[in-house]
């Protein structure tokens, strides 16, 4: 049986490991913004990102290979390639940054806009699905909840939010959704972990490129990383990616993109209270109005989409 064929057969989906997936990505991923917070404290970047997929990609690839999986095919590296850029490089890689500039609830907050982006990346991909009323209501909604919270002064440049910041990763949920919806849809291996090796070892090497080009390695270095960057490094090597990115994929052949981008609903919960519980950053009556609004307008759309299926 080749590849293709494989990967039309209908697949079952265990009850429990689908539950299990998602208590990994709805908790351990909203803890991951603090420990991106602590990682590029003394590491840059892009580096600190490109070196945790590419470590944890290697692990991934060769746990499938010793359990048995074919080696994957030039179509599959290739969709990975695409997948590992938008998702890895363009999503994970631009929160790392920007979270140099801003706390990690307010960017946990920025990047749960990601439902709303997937209703407009589905929609304007080729057959696309046309989004209902209700779906665009949300879709209002939640852009309404994003302008309280960066507040409209931010916009002009005269707010107490770091524009570029916001901008970066506006721009970061908007990859995040395109890969997320690439990744559903694009050749790929009958295997979710070798899946997900295969986009982290891609997107691992395009982000060591963005630190080479952007001059990070003259300014790593390793006497004067914190020991709280390293178990921040370390966190994000395991549960980030080992267990919580590889859930991710998972859950899109599981479900619907609709119900795995619920995650959004839970994250920025998790990162606005450790990231006040831990490191004391500031929550505000705003943050949470317009966090309010944002997951209200993620709600609406879910329910209409599940509704819908």
Same mark, same amino acid.
């Given at each position: 049986?080749?590849?293709?064929?494989?990967?039309?057969?209908?697949?079952?989906?265990?009850?429990?490991?689908?539950?299990?997936?998602?208590?990994?990505?709805?908790?351990?991923?909203?803890?991951?913004?603090?420990?991106?917070?602590?990682?590029?404290?003394?590491?840059?970047?892009?580096?600190?990102?490109?070196?945790?997929?590419?470590?944890?990609?290697?692990?991934?690839?060769?746990?499938?290979?010793?359990?048995?999986?074919?080696?994957?095919?030039?179509?599959?590296?290739?969709?990975?390639?695409?997948?590992? @850029? %938008? *998702? +890895?490089?363009?999503?994970?890689?631009?929160?790392?940054? $920007?979270? =140099?500039?801003?706390?990690?609830?307010? &960017?946990?907050?920025?990047?749960?806009?990601?439902?709303?982006?997937?209703?407009?990346?589905?929609?304007?991909?080729?057959?696309?699905?046309?989004?209902?009323?209700?779906?665009?209501?949300?879709?209002?909604?939640?852009?309404?909840?994003?302008?309280?919270?960066?507040?409209?002064?931010?916009?002009?440049?005269?707010?107490?939010?770091?524009?570029?910041?916001?901008?970066?990763?506006?721009?970061?949920?908007?990859?995040?959704?395109?890969?997320?919806?690439?990744?559903?849809?694009?050749?790929?291996?009958?295997?979710?972990?070798?899946?997900?090796?295969?986009?982290?070892?891609?997107?691992?090497? @395009? %982000? *060591? +490129?963005?630190?080479?080009?952007?001059?990070?390695?003259? $300014?790593? =270095?390793?006497?004067?990383?914190?020991? &709280?960057?390293?178990?921040?490094?370390?966190?994000?090597?395991?549960?980030?990616?080992?267990?919580?990115?590889?859930?991710?994929?998972?859950?899109?052949?599981?479900?619907?993109?609709?119900?795995?981008?619920?995650?959004?609903?839970?994250?920025?919960?998790?990162?606005?209270?450790?990231?006040?519980?831990?490191?004391?950053?500031?929550?505000?009556?705003?943050?949470?109005?317009?966090?309010?609004?944002?997951?209200?307008?993620?709600?609406?759309?879910?329910?209409?989409?599940?509704?819908?299926?």
């Amino acid at each position: 049986m080749t590849s293709a064929e494989a990967s039309a057969r209908p697949q079952v989906y265990s009850r429990s490991r689908v539950i299990a997936a998602f208590v990994a990505v709805y908790i351990v991923w909203g803890s991951t913004y603090l420990a991106i917070r602590y990682a590029v404290a003394t590491i840059p970047p892009f580096i600190m990102v490109g070196m945790r997929f590419f470590v944890s990609g290697i692990v991934l690839y060769a746990w499938s290979r010793w359990r048995g999986e074919p080696k994957p095919t030039k179509s599959e590296w290739r969709a990975a390639f695409v997948t590992g @850029v %938008l *998702l +890895l490089c363009l999503g994970n890689g631009a929160v790392a940054w $920007a979270e =140099q500039r801003v706390p990690s609830g307010l &960017a946990a907050l920025l990047v749960a806009i990601v439902p709303l982006w997937m209703v407009v990346v589905d929609w304007l991909r080729p057959h696309g699905d046309q989004p209902r009323a209700s779906v665009i209501g949300g879709v209002v909604v939640g852009i309404i909840g994003l302008i309280v919270l960066i507040g409209p002064r931010t916009l002009i440049g005269q707010g107490d939010v770091d524009r570029l910041a916001a901008i970066v990763l506006v721009v970061a949920s908007l990859a995040w959704a395109a890969g997320s919806i690439y990744n559903r849809y694009g050749a790929r291996p009958t295997s979710a972990v070798m899946s997900t090796g295969l986009q982290m070892i891609t997107g691992s090497a @395009v %982000l *060591l +490129l963005f630190g080479i080009f952007d001059g990070e390695p003259a $300014a790593l =270095q390793l006497s004067h990383i914190s020991f &709280a960057s390293w178990m921040g490094w370390l966190y994000l090597v395991t549960f980030g990616s080992l267990i919580g990115f590889t859930a991710y994929v998972y859950l899109l052949r599981a479900v619907s993109p609709a119900k795995a981008s619920t995650y959004a609903y839970v994250n920025p919960v998790v990162a606005v209270f450790l990231g006040w519980a831990i490191a004391g950053e500031p929550v505000t009556t705003r943050t949470l109005a317009a966090a309010a609004i944002i997951l209200a307008g993620v709600a609406m759309i879910t329910i209409s989409q599940n509704k819908a299926a």
